[in-house]
């Protein structure tokens, strides 16, 4: 099984940028999609962006469109969520996770998460 440790929240004023990194860990990185979602408070878990396992194909949500880059370093486990001209309205905790699924976009086409980490953008 995989375990997954996100890092790099913060607190970043609108306009901003942050990266997000997703450190894999236990079996093998390799095969796996990896995607980055958010939860807001009081609001569901949404998707945010993916990227398949071999990085030719990436899925993003028209929210972040033109201002988040998902990548990854298969060599490193690790996956990358680089965030600018952030909003007030991104502010969440942002969950990284891993698929089986060639092409996953949603919460129950994953089934490794990591804990969350919290992005608080300030208007």
């Known amino acids: 099984q995989v375990q997954l440790v996100e890092s790099g929240g913060g607190l970043v004023q609108a306009g901003g940028s942050l990266r997000l990194s997703c450190a894999a860990s236990?079996?093998?990185?390799?095969?796996?999609?990896m995607g980055w979602f958010r939860q807001a408070p009081g609001k569901e878990r949404e998707f945010v962006e993916a990227?398949?396992?071999?990085?030719?194909?990436?899925y993003y949500s028209d929210s972040v469109k033109g201002r988040f880059t998902i990548s990854r370093d298969n060599a490193k486990n690790t996956v990358y969520l680089q965030m600018n001209s952030l909003k007030p309205e991104d502010t969440a905790v942002y969950y990284c996770?891993?698929?089986?699924?060639?092409?996953?976009?949603?919460?129950?086409?994953?089934?490794?998460w990591g804990q969350g980490t919290q992005v608080t953008v300030s208007s």
């Open positions: 990227m398949t396992w071999s990085g030719a194909n990436t």
């Open positions: 996770a891993a698929s089986r699924f060639l092409i996953p976009n949603t919460v129950k086409q994953y089934d490794v």
């Open positions: 236990g079996r093998t990185f390799s095969g796996y999609a």
